[in-house]
């Protein structure tokens, strides 16, 4: 990653306010940032630190409820602060391109991917419909995209999350923009996907010679991906520095606090001989439609224990969540709790049955109901299964935003949209605990969030699961998670166990094969690594094909 000439982006002394009320606050105070053609700068920090908001100022562009209030953005010449509306929407997905984190919820369900892509490119008269089809597919081959004459006919829901990625960074690539912002664009996918991705985003900017800005809270992943790195800290510079250097010699406190962080690990529990399992997943099948998704998985989880589930995107740990909780009733096997079997579909079990096992999901943006406060998204099943009402409700509701660590008077009346990231996901646990369960599926919990974040929810998990006796069946992608909060950990493939045991073992050699491709997906703290894996993977692939 040489040092480039050419500067492509200032900005200089931004200021920008969030609309908190009636009142407008500052929450970016002052920040400078200068990006050279075909560098990339990663932005990191904690939730709130302004990343984001700072990389779509980059596009002379503050979503709703913020304005630029001070300062300069310079795109190439062009002050982005004063241009007029046309002049930015003709920059914007041209010469400026966004890759936002969750591809999901970015594409448009009704239409097909390869139209979407086409439509920029198309709409500005850059190519023809039928001359950017094809560069599309060159695009997708390009990104390593299975198919990729076929894989754009299809509609976002049929193909995979790294796919889904992928072909949205072919897309900002379809007008071969000078800039593109890459907002955690691998923050909810599984490590092997992960590598896939970040191989095919570095292989693409390399060749195009792109500028991106790449926000991440990833620190492993920055540092395979940027020649500098900028850390913020509430809407402030905390330092700036060559990748290289900020790894090795961090020179702020708050930098070194980062890097250190994630060093929280639960002491194991051991597994009790006299006890019964409070979980216990018979020899289950499943299949949506003809296709078969679960074969013959088994496990346990006892009563105060935290079983990991890992695997990468379609091993089928979800789906064995869907069965435990009923909403996909297993085409064999069984599922028993508290020794007895529980009916296939939760329409057919019991109140009791239902509260006994609560799920807290991974996305708490799209969990939540933007429009119902607080108080009423934990009361809800509290009311449900407890009959709780009037003052015995508010009691209640009350002892459970303490429970989560948030102050009552402070978050009861708040509307979710009005919450960060982490209060966010504290609130779907409190609603999880609400009914008062003995067991939660936590179902990539801690994906969405920070590094700082994400160890304060594991935790609060921890200490709850302390206080309240809970078990917890914790779907991960992440290794570091499993090692910080797992007792037991079952390794799902192509839906089937492939492997489990306490973690200790599962953690020390020899491992099933898919367990060594987990672990050795996991990036580290090298800018090297990246390289230095794919070389390696590719010469073991070149050695397998000559000897067979």
């Not at 010449?77 to 010469?95: K, V």
Request: net charge negative; aromatic share 6%.
């Amino acid at each position: 990653m040489a040092a480039r000439d050419e500067v492509l982006l200032t900005i200089e002394n931004l200021r920008i306010e969030g609309l908190s009320g009636e009142d407008w606050t500052e929450i970016v105070h002052g920040v400078d940032l200068t990006l050279h053609k075909g560098e990339v700068m990663g932005l990191i920090g904690e939730s709130g630190a302004g990343k984001s908001t700072i990389g779509l100022a980059a596009m002379g562009f503050a979503r709703d409820g913020c304005r630029i209030s001070g300062g300069r953005v310079t795109f190439d010449g062009i002050d982005l602060t004063a241009a007029a509306p046309a002049e930015l929407r003709g920059l914007r997905g041209t010469r400026i391109a966004y890759v936002a984190q969750s591809a999901a919820a970015s594409f448009n369900p009704a239409h097909k991917i390869i139209d979407q892509h086409t439509e920029t490119p198309v709409h500005y008269g850059i190519e023809d419909r039928e001359t950017a089809r094809k560069d599309a597919m060159e695009l997708y081959a390009q990104l390593r995209l299975p198919n990729p004459e076929e894989i754009g006919f299809r509609y976002p829901h049929q193909v995979s999350g790294g796919q889904l990625q992928r072909a949205m960074t072919a897309m900002a690539m379809a007008c071969r923009p000078d800039l593109i912002i890459f907002d955690e664009p691998t923050t909810a996918l599984d490590v092997t996907t992960q590598i896939e991705v970040l191989a095919a985003i570095r292989d693409i900017v390399d060749q195009f010679n792109t500028a991106a800005i790449y926000i991440t809270h990833d620190l492993a992943v920055v540092a395979q991906m940027a020649d500098t790195i900028k850390v913020l800290l509430k809407g402030t510079e905390v330092e700036e520095a060559p990748t290289e250097q900020m790894l090795s010699n961090p020179a702020e406190d708050y930098t070194k606090s980062l890097w250190a962080v994630r060093s929280f690990e639960r002491p194991i529990k051991q597994r009790p001989t006299d006890t019964e399992p409070l979980l216990s997943i018979k020899g289950i099948d499943a299949a949506y439609g003809p296709v078969k998704v679960l074969d013959d998985v088994s496990f346990d989880i006892h009563p105060g224990m935290t079983v990991a589930v890992v695997g990468e995107s379609g091993s089928g740990k979800s789906t064995t969540a869907r069965c435990v909780t009923g909403l996909l009733p297993p085409t064999k096997g069984e599922i028993w709790m508290d020794g007895a079997a529980l009916p296939a579909r939760y329409q057919d079990r019991s109140r009791d049955q239902l509260r006994q096992a609560q799920m807290i999901y991974q996305m708490a943006d799209t969990a939540l109901n933007p429009k119902v406060r607080i108080s009423e998204i934990i009361g809800r099943p509290a009311r449900f299964y407890s009959g709780l009402k009037g003052a015995d409700l508010t009691r209640r509701v009350d002892e459970l935003l303490e429970l989560i660590e948030l102050e009552p008077d402070a978050y009861r009346d708040r509307l979710p949209g009005e919450l960060s990231g982490g209060q966010k996901q504290r609130i779907g646990i409190a609603r999880a605990l609400a009914a008062e369960p003995r067991f939660i599926i936590c179902d990539e919990v801690t994906s969405a969030l920070d590094q700082l974040v994400a160890e304060g929810i594991l935790r609060l998990l921890g200490r709850l699961q302390d206080e309240l006796g809970l078990a917890y069946m914790f779907i991960t992608h992440d290794l570091a998670t499993v090692r910080a909060i797992a007792d037991e950990v079952v390794v799902m493939q192509h839906g089937r166990v492939v492997e489990q045991g306490p973690k200790d073992d599962m953690f020390r050699p020899p491992h099933h094969s898919y367990t060594d491709l987990l672990l050795s997906s996991v990036p580290e703290m090298d800018p090297n690594w990246l390289t230095e894996l794919l070389k390696a993977r590719s010469a073991a692939g070149a050695s397998e094909a000559a000897t067979i």
